[in-house]
């Protein structure tokens, strides 16, 4: 488990991330990350953008089930 202290940034408040923390993120400056709620409650952090996901989900369920729809229109 990391630990973060919440401080001051100009106006707002906010933490700093660790070396360690980006690595396991996998995030490097600049990059954004979503705090999102989790099912078991609480939060989480992710650089994963949910709404994409949930969009790229829906997409793969659509070109699976309209497969041949899809090759027909291909041709």
Known sequence: MLTFKVTTVGASAGFI???EAM????VKKG???YLTEAPEG???ITPYDPDFERQMRL?????HDDRDILRALAK
């Open 59 to 63: 997409a793969e369920e659509i070109m």
């Open 23 to 26: 690595a396991r993120l996998k």
């Open 17 to 19: 991330l660790t070396k």
């Open 31 to 33: 990059d954004t990350v």
């Open 42 to 44: 609480g939060y989480r």
